[in-house]
């Protein structure tokens, strides 16, 4: 299977941006692709704006049913296990794999993108299955997602060391919303994960809508050539 799997420092950080973005470019380039993550909580609470739900979001990108990138969708806005532990249903690892696989085709036609939930030591079942455990089963390299602001040096390096510890290829970080005039800090910051990483860092603008050809154009800024190759 190839392809990338996104996840984030953090929740709310950009991450499903990232992956739209990815998607999307994939497509305008003619690139058969796919996009699956792998729960979805508070769809309960209304979206953000005009932003859509994630699993919607990316299905658009990719031309896919949303209910075929998110195997499990929950309402309130929790971590994934307790989600489903309200709801009285077991998030299951073997399907988890199973909805990856589809979304990237029977022969793995598709490049398949893949956004994480939350960071990569988020629980996805009461049984200690991670979001970790999940990228390890996928045998995807990872693109890890970050604010350019204070504290991200500290949160995108354990990020990393959390990875590797775990024998994921780390081919890239992300970090966004960058600003058009960013501070002394913010560029520091990037140069300071890059030097101690030895992972070249990209940024990301804020994104001026949601739309597929809005999201295409900025996906298109990253060097995803790069890191599926």
Request: net charge negative; charged share 20%.
């Amino acid at each position: 299977m190839r392809g990338l799997f996104v996840t984030g420092t953090d929740t709310e950080i950009g991450k499903t941006v990232v992956a739209a973005a990815l998607t999307a470019a994939l497509a305008a380039d003619g690139v058969a692709v796919g996009a699956f993550k792998p729960a979805v909580t508070g769809l309960d609470e209304e979206p953000d704006g005009d932003k859509p739900h994630d699993h919607e979001l990316l299905a658009a990108c990719a031309g896919m049913a949303p209910e075929d990138v998110a195997p499990y969708r929950f309402g309130p806005a929790v971590s994934p296990h307790l989600a489903a532990e309200l709801a009285g249903e077991v998030i299951d690892a073997a399907t988890l794999v199973a909805a990856a696989r589809a979304a990237a085709g029977e022969r793995g036609e598709r490049v398949l993108i893949a956004e994480g939930v939350g960071g990569l030591l988020v629980p996805l079942t009461l049984d200690g299955v991670l979001v970790r455990d999940l990228v390890v089963a996928l045998g995807l390299p990872l693109v890890v997602v970050a604010r350019p602001g204070l504290g991200t040096i500290n949160h995108t390096m354990l990020t990393i060391e959390a990875a590797r510890g775990a024998g994921i290829d780390v081919r890239g970080v992300v970090l966004t919303p960058w600003p058009q005039e960013p501070t002394d800090m913010q560029r520091s910051n990037a140069t300071t994960i890059e030097a101690l990483s030895g992972v070249g860092v990209s940024t990301l603008a804020r994104v001026p809508g949601f739309s597929v050809s809005e999201l295409a154009s900025a996906g298109a800024t990253l060097p995803y050539d790069h890191w599926l190759s």
